[in-house]
């Protein structure tokens, strides 16, 4: 059987290491499973969600010149559908006073952006102050010594 790039087969899992997994591929070939790729939740440990000799379907994500195959069990399985973690809002909770809030400023458009001479202009002067301090205060430490 040739594998290509987007083909999904059928593996077992070989070896476990801390990065991911290895899996044998029909034809005698094997391949990684990047601890990236191996579920669609936060794997910390790839031992939580496969074991040596189970069997998996897998994607071929990739195959480098060399024959390396980057393989992910991710993208084999439907993704999971969100949901809102927010809770209802309650209307019957009791609403708080307005009274010492300040009111919000007025929303203006954003501010337009400067021109090159602009940030050229600001950076000089900045870059002018700093240095002056600098040489302020290198000067007073020669002083002070002798």
């Given at each position: 059987?040739?594998?290509?790039?987007?083909?999904?087969?059928?593996?077992?899992?070989?070896?476990?290491?801390?990065?991911?997994?290895f899996v044998?591929?029909?034809?005698?070939?094997?391949?990684?499973?990047?601890?990236?790729?191996?579920?669609a939740a936060?794997?910390?440990?790839?031992?939580?969600?496969?074991?040596?000799?189970?069997?998996?379907?897998?994607?071929?994500?990739?195959?480098?010149?060399?024959?390396?195959?980057?393989?992910?069990?991710?993208?084999?399985?439907?993704?999971?559908?969100?949901?809102?973690?927010?809770?209802?809002?309650?209307?019957?909770?009791?609403?708080?006073?307005?009274?010492?809030?300040?009111?919000?400023?007025?929303?203006?458009?954003?501010?337009?952006?400067?021109?090159?001479?602009?940030?050229?202009?600001?950076?000089?002067?900045?870059?002018?102050?700093?240095?002056?301090?600098?040489?302020?205060?290198?000067?007073g430490k020669?002083?002070?010594?002798?």
């Open positions: 059987m040739e594998l290509a790039v987007g083909s999904i087969v059928s593996g077992k899992v070989t070896t476990i290491t801390k990065f991911g997994a044998s591929l029909p034809g005698g070939k094997s391949g990684l499973v990047h601890i990236s790729e191996v579920a936060f794997v910390s440990d790839v031992h939580d969600f496969l074991t040596e000799g189970q069997e998996v379907q897998v994607k071929i994500l990739s195959i480098t010149p060399d024959g390396k195959i980057n393989l992910s069990i991710k993208q084999t399985q439907p993704r999971p559908q969100r949901t809102e973690h927010r809770p209802p809002y309650d209307r019957s909770a009791p609403v708080r006073p307005t009274a010492h809030r300040t009111p919000a400023p007025p929303v203006s458009a954003p501010p337009a952006e400067p021109s090159f001479e602009d940030k050229l202009k600001q950076f000089l002067s900045l870059s002018d102050s700093k240095m002056s301090e600098l040489n302020r205060n290198r000067d020669r002083h002070k010594r002798r």
